[in-house]
């Protein structure tokens, strides 16, 4: 008897079959795959935030609890639907060139999650713009159009895609799928520069108050650039390689940055919160010794009544915002 053959049957069976010649899957399957090990990454931290939010602000709306627990909702039909994706192209249709070429349902499905959360985080940052800008309905109805438009334009990507059979019919609609990603750094763009702006406009040139506006934009940047820089890279992927998905790694993970982005911004309010307090309350010191210190009667009241009117201003941009959600948590913004 051969051990040699009695080993090498028990290691392979004799009724596996190797894939024969096969096109490479670096740039369309590969790609697919990396995207879908980032975004089951990113799918995690989420969670964890998504658990520090529900335990830190129990007194929280329930509308804010909601939304919370919607993106967290299509973040996981999101991953299912990818998963399901990539374990059918590679495991269940091994190597069948053939149906590498066609088009399964998961494949498109994944853009409504990810098109539900994008808006609705949006929406979250657009009425934090409208709340900042004293109610600027211009402004803020002018970013509402372009989060809407990137709706429609997804809400169409997925009707006609769904009539479609192969990733080759696909291309047909490349420009609606350059557009959606278009609409959607914008409107990531305009929202980040809009609270930028406002921001830089409530200084009071106080330096502790000034300080806490400074962190409160680099914080503002942070949380937009990541969906911003994903958004623009998926678009050049889509213009400079169409017939691949190189895209995708990108436009997986789209969706998860959005819910990070929302739930870092919940989670840093008692932070921020905190900051503003021990600065307004550092101001009122200021003032009062300044007042002791004046000794003419006409004096303290020239001195007094500019500082605090600007001491009054500033504690009311922290505590309009707490006001208004009356969450039991100053907002971020």
Known sequence: MNITA?????????????????????????????????????????????????????QDKWYMKSLVGATILLDTVHLSFIIHTI??????????????????????????PTGVTGGLVQTFYTLRVWRLSKRNYILAVFIMIIVLAQTACGTAWVIISLQLSTFQELLGITGLTISINALSTTADVTIACSLCYLLLKSKTG??????????LIIFVVNTGLATSVCAVASLICLIASPRSLLYAPF????????????????????????????????????LSQVSRDQTAITSSKVSRTPNIAIRIDTAQEYVSDHKTDGSGSANTF
């Not at 990454?41 to 658990?51: E, F």
């Not at 106080?206 to 962190?215: A, G, L, V, W």
């Open 251 to 286: 436009y997986f993970c789209i969706g998860r940055l959005y819910t990070n982005s929302l739930l870092a911004t919940l989670n840093a309010r008692k932070g921020i919160r905190n900051g503003s307090e021990e600065s307004t309350d550092h101001m009122m010191v200021s």
């Open 87 to 112: 374990y059918h192209y590679l495991i269940t249709q091994y190597y069948d060139n053939e149906q590498l070429n066609i088009m399964i349902w998961s494949v498109l499905a994944e853009a409504i």
């Open 6 to 58: 009695v080993m090498s049957g028990w290691l392979m069976p004799a009724t596996l079959q190797l894939p024969g010649e096969h096109e490479p899957l670096d740039n369309t399957m590969g790609a697919m795959l990396l995207g879908i090990l980032v975004s089951a990454i990113l799918y995690g931290i989420s969670l964890v935030q998504a658990y520090y939010y529900f335990n830190r602000y129990r």
């Open 206 to 215: 106080f330096k502790h108050s000034d300080t806490m506006i400074n962190k």
